[in-house]
């Protein structure tokens, strides 16, 4: 089982709906996710960082941690078409953040 | 989050040669990284920059074809030595700052080796 799993896409979403992202982690262990988004040709930044169970909210991006299920999600409400890119999940393990391969995000004008 | 300078931004190499990528980041970091992203591909960490002691290379990555550096808390450079082909990838420096669990990353190298 890899580390880190995300569907690779393409995710296709309406501009103006909910976009919804999801991963899951094998290490019972880790404490700590993120969220980074990549443009083509750029490096990853990072859109949200969660520690707890729960939902955290920051604009339109909330991220959800269940660490009983082991998986994490990132809604963004109201897509814009710039928030086409590739989105990579990460999580924290024995202090390495190790990434998913990415789900490509494609909003539809 | 930090500053970080990662040079040179791309490069175009002969097989068998040698190149070094420098990082370095404007305020002390306790960790940093070096990762590969080969086209469409994630990133694959090749190893953590240990200040003053030898990289901790992830399976798969050795010493001798990736050396690292990392004098101060602020500085690291990776080698790309014996160059072939299959080593053509982006290669990013990442870097966690003092109190923070956050990851940032450089604007990445872009290696061709011909």
């Known amino acids: 089982q890899k580390e880190v799993e995300q569907n690779s896409g393409p995710l296709s979403v309406p501009e103006g709906a909910i976009a919804s992202l999801n991963c899951t982690y094998s290490?019972?262990?880790?404490?700590?996710f993120f969220w980074y988004r990549q443009y083509s040709g750029k490096s990853p930044e990072l859109i949200m960082s969660i520690y707890s169970n729960g939902d955290k909210e920051d604009g339109r991006f909330t991220a959800q941690l269940n660490k009983a299920s082991q998986y994490v999600s990132l809604l963004i409400r109201d897509s814009q078409p710039s928030d086409s890119a590739t989105y990579l999940c990460a999580v924290n393990r024995d202090d390495k953040i190790i990434f998913g391969k990415g789900t490509r995000l494609h909003i539809l004008p | 989050s930090a500053v970080i300078s990662q040079k040179p931004s791309r490069d175009i190499c002969q097989r068998g040669t040698s190149l070094t990528i420098q990082c370095q980041v404007d305020s002390q970091v306790t960790m940093m990284f070096w990762y590969r992203q080969q086209p469409g591909q994630s990133l694959t960490l090749i190893a953590t920059?240990?200040?003053?002691?030898?990289?901790?290379?992830e399976s798969g990555f050795v010493i001798d074809k990736f050396p690292i550096s990392r004098p101060n808390l602020t500085f690291s450079t990776l080698t790309v030595s014996n160059m072939s082909p299959e080593d053509s990838s982006i290669y990013l420096c990442s870097v966690v700052p003092i109190r923070n669990t956050e990851a940032f990353f450089g604007q990445g190298t872009r290696l061709t080796v011909v």
């Open positions: 920059a240990n200040q003053g002691s030898e990289a901790t290379y």
């Open positions: 290490d019972r262990g880790s404490q700590s």
